[in-house]
């Protein structure tokens, strides 16, 4: 069944109050409901019909009155008055028998809650839609010795031997609605809002994880600063929760005053977790703690417009990490992440616009398009608009819109009457689906320097013909000694083809187009590799000076993988010179060391209308770090050597970027002293960034047993360590192995298919590794789709994700694409397959 933007209708009644109490049981919870509904005049549908799914119902009042509703696909009707109406009922759910993860569930002995988008209804009968929105009361009893702790949203008024009640008085949609109880810690802080309120802070943890609190506390601060500096907006009740879930489907969840989180998302130490997980607590922290504003005071109509709340908030916490940490090193890792996972879901089947317009389950719409793409959606506008009336239309839309449940219309309204500009256009950017392709002409004749721009954008699924978009093309010019002659500005590309003359140029200039990747598309410029190094050696747009030597390394692997050609020797030389280069951040440096990852590499070459071989592609890119490694070899040891950070360890930006920089040399490295180095840093790592990178580093060269069995028996007992374990076999597994060592794994004691990370630190993985997953054998293939098969009856959310694996399907040979096929058939042929992973196998295979 399939649901249509075009369709949405209010409903029929404003429900004044809302008040729940749970008598917790892990298998007979019993949820009592009293909410008070009045009919809303301004609408004419008066049908009362309440959501409910696997709800067993003891007994349902109106007014008082028992009554008997009937049942329909998906919830209950009942006949009500036509004024104001008192509705009670109570239901009995099983949370232990709830793996889905949806709704109440029990992770560990704990009870928790994911809402969004559509969980409530498995909790209690209600309209579950995010444009109805109400004040909550909950009570909470449970056995006082295994549930001490009871927590929902907003601020705790009583709690007592066995009970516990909240109070939240902000409107909210039922998404956003959390209980969490068990046997928790607190690691607590307190914040002052700039207008004098006292926050209570804390983050509730297993007993045993107390220690892995402090840093997202830090960040959880940070966050507040950050929101009343730049945004100008305040924390809005006396207390801030956050808890750790081992067992939770997605990274994080922005539920009022009370926010889950994924324990991988939220819990670290120095021991246990990397730099890059660091990075990422901050940043999902940040993301959640923004969604107090963006999503929560204001937020979606339906769930179309789940950029409204998803794209913006992604686009804050972007905005916070590059002020936190490095802006371009952040833009550049946003960037390798959006043509990983944006790009292949853009230009296949899965395609869709950033607001679609239908859908079967919302559940499969959390994507890198409505995020990644909604963000960089935000990003445009504010380089059309600039920085001021960003601002400026910003403080409208909260002024304006607060308390209230909007849509993309009224957010492009805000812009629109601030600048007064017409942004039609701009919203094909919310419809069109699709990676538009600019190419760019240069043409010199006197004093004039002429860019020639053009657009165009394939036919995606559902939409044969594009418009031309509204693209800001960020520019500069540079003279031949590396001055810029042009500081950065933005063109508007808003025609399928355009010319952009700049005047007084005595000598051509150099153009350095796309700046800080102004805009998602894929830029298509014939210029040659002397170009790309002079760029590389002298772009003043750190991010362009990036992608000069990023275009250099593909063109090198594409000359290796189409033609057998030796590998750049300019580009080496070019890099070199960075790399020793200390006036540079070495995470800048770090990322420089990088190349385009194998999967992407396959993509460029279906785009350039051939077939990749997943083989080929794969030696060419082991070819190119062991040309790497020997060109380098004499100055890699000096690299590795000042890139050691002295003294206790700090998660931040200097010396993780010290690490990243000294863990790609070790690398390199690694390749010229098969791990003699490696195992030295193995053996004295004091943090898991570099224990983590020896043993990758080992398991490379080959010697890897013996540690990984040293850090088996080391961190055995902690569960989020261990999924690194898991996912470093796979990662680092040989392209014929890959399928034989992730089957391996899933017969091991610590496998559990229940855990999303756990089941994601294997299957994930094993579809990440290129050369692994497309093995021709197509073991791999069929391990992924045993499990799948397996997972879907358990968890559908999981699964339906990771059909994604399979949607670039059509990129390969014929051969491959058979062997697919027939997995994505079985798996669509499976009886009671669910709606998540139905819909998604049926839009992989129409393809
Ligand atoms: N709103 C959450 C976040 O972005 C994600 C929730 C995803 N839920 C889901 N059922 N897919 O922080
Ligand atoms: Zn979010």
């Given amino acids: 069944q399939t649901i249509y933007l075009k369709d949405y209708t209010p409903f029929g009644y404003i429900v004044e109050h809302v008040d729940l109490t749970f008598k917790l049981h892990p298998t007979a919870t019993r949820v009592l409901s009293k909410i008070r509904f009045t009919p809303d005049t301004s609408t004419s549908d008066k049908m009362f019909f309440l959501h409910g799914e696997q709800l067993k119902l003891i007994s349902a009042k109106i007014d008082g009155q028992e009554i008997s509703p009937s049942y329909v696909e998906g919830g209950l009707q009942a006949d009500v008055p036509d004024t104001a ?131 997202g506390m830090e960040a959880l601060k940070k966050s507040m600063t950050w929101d009343e500096e730049v945004y100008g907006r305040e924390y809005d009740l006396d207390e801030f929760n956050i808890v750790a879930v081992d067992d939770f489907n997605m990274g994080a969840m922005e539920n009022k005053g009370l926010n889950i989180f994924n324990s991988s998302c939220v819990l670290a130490s120095p021991e246990t977790a990397t730099d890059g997980n660091f990075e990422r607590i901050e940043a999902i922290i940040a993301h959640e703690y923004f969604h107090n504003w963006t999503g929560n005071r204001i937020t979606c109509r339906d769930w179309f417009q789940l950029c409204l709340k998803e794209g913006l908030t992604v686009f804050r916490d972007a905005q916070f990490t590059a002020d936190m940490r490095s802006e371009p090193v952040k833009r550049i890792d946003d960037v390798i992440a959006l043509r990983a996972r944006q790009f292949p879901e853009d230009q296949g089947p899965l395609s869709h616009a950033v607001r679609p317009e239908s859908f079967q389950e919302i559940n499969n719409f959390y994507t890198a398009t409505i995020y990644e793409k909604g963000a960089e959606v935000i990003g445009m506008l504010k380089t059309l608009v600039g920085d001021a009336a960003y601002a400026k239309a910003l403080d409208l839309y909260f002024e304006r819109h607060d308390g209230q449940a909007c849509t993309i219309e009224d957010w492009i309204k805000a812009f629109e009457d601030t600048t007064g500009r017409d942004l039609t256009q701009f919203k094909l950017w919310y419809s069109q689906s699709g990676t538009p392709e600019v190419t760019v002409r240069e043409e010199y004749n006197g004093e004039t320097f002429t860019l020639h721009l053009s657009q165009k954008s394939a036919p995606t699924p559902g939409q044969d013909e594009k418009h031309p978009q509204v693209i800001p093309v960020a520019i500069g010019l540079l003279n031949t000694d590396g001055e810029e002659v042009q500081p950065t500005m933005a063109l508007e590309l808003n025609k399928a083809e355009q010319s952009f003359s700049f005047e007084g140029h005595t000598t051509r200039p150099i153009a350095s187009v796309l700046r800080g990747f102004s805009a998602p598309v894929i830029l298509k410029q014939d210029i040659d590799n002397t170009r790309r190094a002079f760029l590389l050696a002298h772009d003043t747009d750190p991010f362009n000076r990036w992608e000069a030597g990023r275009d250099l390394a593909r063109d090198s692997l594409l000359g290796a993988i189409l033609e057998g050609a030796p590998h750049n020797a300019a580009y080496l030389d070019g890099l070199k010179a960075l790399l020793c280069d200390e006036t540079l951040d070495p995470a800048y440096r770090a990322l420089m060391l990088g190349q385009p990852s194998q999967s992407e590499l396959a993509g460029v070459i279906h785009k350039m209308g051939q077939i990749p071989d997943p083989a080929a592609i794969h030696t060419a890119s082991e070819a190119l770090r062991d040309a790497k490694a020997r060109a380098f070899a004499d100055m890699l040891p000096d690299l590795y050597a000042k890139n050691q950070v002295e003294g206790p360890f700090s998660p931040e930006a200097g010396p993780a970027g010290k690490r990243s920089l000294a863990n790609a040399a070790l690398a390199l490295v690694t390749r010229l002293d098969g791990g003699a180095t490696a195992s030295q840093q193995y053996a004295h790592a004091d943090n898991m960034t570099l224990q983590l990178a020896a043993l990758s580093a080992l398991i490379d060269a080959g010697k890897g047993a013996s540690a990984l069995q040293a850090f088996y028996d080391q961190w055995q007992s902690d569960r989020l360590v261990m999924d690194k374990w898991f996912s470093l076999q796979v990662m680092h597994a040989k392209p014929a192995d890959s399928a034989t060592v992730a089957r391996t794994l899933t017969q091991h004691a610590d496998f559990e298919m229940k855990n999303p990370n756990r089941f994601r630190s294997v299957m994930g993985i094993l579809a990440m590794n290129h050369a692994g997953f497309h093995h021709q054998s197509g073991a791999a293939y069929a391990l992924l789709a045993d499990w799948l098969i397996k997972l879907d009856p358990v968890n559908p959310q999981t699964t339906a994700r990771m059909c994604s694996a399979f949607q670039t399907w059509k990129r390969y040979d014929a051969h491959r694409q058979s062997l697919i096929k027939e997995q994505l058939e079985r798996i669509a042929t499976q009886s009671n397959l669910s709606r998540d992973t139905s819909e998604m196998v049926g839009r992989i295979l129409d393809a």
């Fill in 85 to 215: 109406f008192t509705w009670e009922a109570e239901v009995e759910i099983n949370p232990e028998a709830n793996t889905a993860l949806e709704g109440l569930y029990m992770s560990n002995g704990m009870y928790c809650t994911q809402c969004e988008a559509e969980g409530f209804r498995k909790i209690t009968f209600y309209p579950d839609r995010p444009d109805v929105m109400s004040v909550f009361d909950v009570r909470i009893e449970a056995d006082a010795d295994n549930t001490p702790v009871m927590l929902s949203n907003g601020n705790g008024v009583s709690k007592g031997e066995g009970f516990a009640t909240w109070s939240d008085p902000w409107p909210k949609p039922a998404y956003l609605f959390a209980l969490v109880a068990g046997n928790l810690i607190a690691h607590t802080d307190q914040f002052t809002t700039k207008s004098g309120t006292e926050v209570d802070l804390a983050i509730w943890v297993r007993p045993g994880d107390e220690g892995k609190c402090a840093f």
